[in-house]
């Protein structure tokens, strides 16, 4: 008789793999395990969908996430509730960031429910940042980010408009929330969640771990086959977010097991979340890379160092938007890690290899 050894078990367990290759069509939710439902709705983007999970809290459900703010996605939670979901209560949303796609629809939810909306402070702020950033002088703080970044005037108009556009796509939000904060424990319904936030993707981004269940709701934090968007912004244009991020993924290595069932806030539920950090932390680490043998003879600007590590021949302003803010991030890493050196000549940041 042949038993695994305690390696082979550690082995299993860090193989990505992945239980569900088909997600909810826009008319179903699926039990991912008892009190556990997984229901997916559309996003006008790329990135063309966001996962919604519901979690049994007594006699309703608690919800993680309310989708993007937009007609199309009230639709869908309306066949939803008029569905498969038909009499269910919500007893809560727990938004576990900012960006729209995830807190779009909170002010939506919690009225047509009446019911109680938990975020981390630094979210719910930055939440109530995007619904009024709109201003001038916010406008020109953003310009002149990405003219020191090396885009020009006509570039950086349109990542201005449409680029940032998607940002406003939230409905309003509630006046008051409750603050939930990295260690607390929250109780829905049967079970314990430890609250573990982290950086990078977002400031302070919300994920669920149950213990007992060996279930971690990772958010954006930790997805099943893409990399999380990381990226600086005009309003810190100094901030070190890949390196929150990296130290976020290291916290998450060594505080959790190997054998969790992780639901993320995009793709498709999976086991090996050790495997996939390692995947994930060795992406930022090859990009890094590419940067640094473009620097290494002539200095570069961020706009001329975005088509190295960004292959795709043309963006849209959106994606630009998105890529431009995902270099920056990894070159803010590089200078704080030594790896890069800075120089401004015209106004204009080049950065060279050390």
């Given at each position: 008789m042949h038993t695994k050894t305690d390696s082979s078990i550690q082995s299993s367990a860090e193989a990505l793999r992945y239980p569900w290759e088909n997600h909810p069509g826009p008319d179903q939710v699926v039990e991912v395990m008892p009190g556990v439902l997984w229901a997916r709705l559309k996003l006008p983007f790329r990135l063309n969908h966001v996962n919604i999970y519901l979690l049994a809290d007594g006699d309703g459900w608690a919800m993680v996430d309310a989708g993007f703010g937009n007609e199309e996605s009230i639709a869908a939670w309306t066949t939803l509730f008029e569905g498969p979901l038909k009499g269910v209560k919500i007893t809560r949303l727990i938004v576990t960031h900012s960006h729209p796609d995830h807190v779009g629809l909170a002010g939506w939810v919690t009225e047509r429910f009446t019911c109680p909306l938990y975020m981390s402070q630094v979210e719910y702020l930055q939440s109530v940042y995007h619904q009024n950033r709109g201003t001038e002088e916010r406008r020109n703080a953003q310009r002149k980010f990405f003219l020191r970044h090396?885009?020009?005037?006509?570039?950086?108009?349109?990542?201005?408009?449409?680029?940032?556009?998607?940002?406003?796509?939230?409905?309003?939000?509630?006046?008051?929330?409750?603050?939930?904060?990295?260690?607390?424990?929250?109780?829905?319904?049967?079970?314990?969640?430890?609250?573990?936030?982290?950086?990078?993707?977002?400031?302070?981004?919300?994920?669920?771990?149950?213990?007992?269940?060996?279930?971690?709701?990772?958010?954006?934090?930790?997805?099943?086959?893409?990399?999380?968007?990381?990226?600086?912004?005009?309003?810190?244009?100094?901030?070190?977010?890949?390196?929150?991020?990296?130290?976020?993924?290291?916290?998450?290595?060594?505080?959790?097991?190997?054998?969790?069932?992780?639901?993320?806030?995009?793709?498709?539920?999976?086991?090996?979340?050790?495997?996939?950090?390692?995947?994930?932390?060795?992406?930022?680490?090859?990009?890094?890379?590419?940067?640094?043998?473009?620097?290494?003879?002539?200095?570069?600007?961020?706009?001329?160092?975005?088509?190295?590590?960004?292959?795709?021949?043309?963006?849209?302003?959106?994606?630009?938007?998105?890529?431009?803010?995902?270099?920056?991030?990894?070159?803010?890493?590089?200078?704080?890690?030594?790896?890069?050196?800075?120089?401004?000549?015209?106004?204009?940041?080049?950065?060279?290899?050390?």
């Open positions: 090396g885009m020009d005037e006509n570039l950086a108009e349109q990542l201005l408009s449409r680029g940032q556009d998607y940002l406003k796509r939230v409905s309003i939000l509630p006046p008051s929330y409750h603050r939930i904060s990295h260690g607390d424990e929250v109780v829905i319904g049967t079970r314990r969640f430890k609250v573990i936030t982290g950086g990078g993707h977002a400031l302070d981004q919300v994920m669920l771990y149950c213990a007992d269940d060996k279930l971690f709701l990772s958010a954006d934090q930790v997805l099943s086959k893409i990399s999380p968007n990381v990226s600086v912004w005009a309003v810190e244009p100094e901030q070190n977010s890949l390196g929150e991020y990296l130290f976020s993924l290291a916290s998450l290595t060594t505080t959790l097991p190997y054998d969790v069932m992780v639901l993320p806030g995009h793709g498709v539920p999976f086991y090996g979340l050790k495997t996939r950090i390692k995947q994930l932390a060795d992406h930022h680490e090859e990009r890094c890379r590419l940067i640094a043998d473009a620097c290494r003879h002539v200095p570069q600007t961020s706009k001329a160092l975005v088509p190295v590590v960004f292959h795709k021949h043309t963006l849209d302003p959106h994606q630009m938007g998105f890529a431009a803010g995902e270099l920056i991030a990894h070159v803010n890493y590089m200078l704080v890690e030594g790896r890069l050196t800075s120089e401004v000549a015209d106004g204009v940041l080049r950065f060279r290899t050390t």
